[in-house]
């Protein structure tokens, strides 16, 4: 069955550390694969993407994404967290056809000061 | 920038009466999508439509739930008999359908039902 599995519910991290948000996927085809944001009381804004070619991808707000075919993984980094980085993220896969997103269950990212 | 707009952003509603959220996708998208976020919960997807006709549903969209392209511009989603388990944020998204686009979905920044 196609999924999207976010292992940590809730993370905390002191402002100024790094991050490591955890993605794993099962796919049975080619995946493409996002993470998107959500701010309290706000819509998805995505962060990044990954569909072909380097699988080391760069996104808004300094984020990036390393996709790992053989481990099925798309964890999201940042090297120094900013209180703003505050919100709900979920990582997401889907392929290029019309077909849905399938989203994970999401993690909540907290920053202390 | 072009955007996904949804409207209302927030509506109550009485149980059993019928709601209709509205959506203008961006204007140059083919795929069209209705997903549910009920209160911490995560991002179901309910309905994506394409081509005047719905491409795929999950099990969330039953008989209650229907879509429907009434314009070239606005994309609704309309709820016949409203349940209290359908409070939720209903989120609408678009994507371009030309080859070589990269999948992704915009989003509306959602409409808050509250069925009481």
């Known amino acids: 069955a196609q999924s999207v599995t976010q292992p940590d519910i809730h993370i905390t991290v002191s402002e100024g550390a790094s991050l490591e948000l955890r993605c794993n996927y099962s796919?049975?085809?080619?995946?493409?694969l996002f993470w998107y944001v959500q701010s309290p009381g706000q819509g998805l804004q995505l962060l990044l993407k990954?569909?072909?070619?380097?699988?080391l991808v760069q996104g808004i707000k300094g984020f990036e994404a390393e996709f790992k075919r053989s481990q099925s993984s798309f964890n999201l980094r940042k090297p120094s967290v900013h209180w703003s980085d505050a919100a709900e993220y979920f990582c997401?896969?889907?392929?290029?056809?019309?077909?849905?997103?399938?989203f994970g269950k999401g993690t909540t990212l907290s920053v202390s000061s | 920038e072009p955007e996904v707009t949804q409207t209302p952003s927030h509506q109550v509603t009485q149980m059993g009466q019928e709601v209709i959220l509205r959506c203008v996708p961006i204007?140059?998208?083919?795929?069209f999508y209705w997903y549910r976020q009920i209160l911490g919960q995560k991002v179901e997807f309910l309905v994506s439509?394409?081509?005047?006709?719905?491409?795929?549903k999950s099990e969330i969209f039953d008989d209650q739930f229907s879509v429907e392209r009434p314009d070239g511009s606005n994309f609704t989603l309309k709820i016949r008999s409203t349940k209290l388990e359908d409070s939720a944020m209903y989120f609408c998204?678009?994507?371009?359908?030309?080859?070589?686009?990269?999948?992704?979905?915009?989003f509306g920044e959602g409409s808050r039902l509250t069925v009481l």
């Open positions: 998204a678009s994507r371009e359908g030309t080859s070589g686009h990269t999948g992704e979905l915009f």
């Open positions: 796919y049975g085809a080619t995946p493409y």
């Open positions: 990954y569909f072909s070619g380097d699988t």
């Open positions: 997401a896969v889907g392929n290029q056809a019309g077909t849905a997103l399938i």
């Open positions: 204007s140059n998208h083919l795929y």
């Open positions: 439509f394409y081509n005047n006709e719905i491409s795929e």
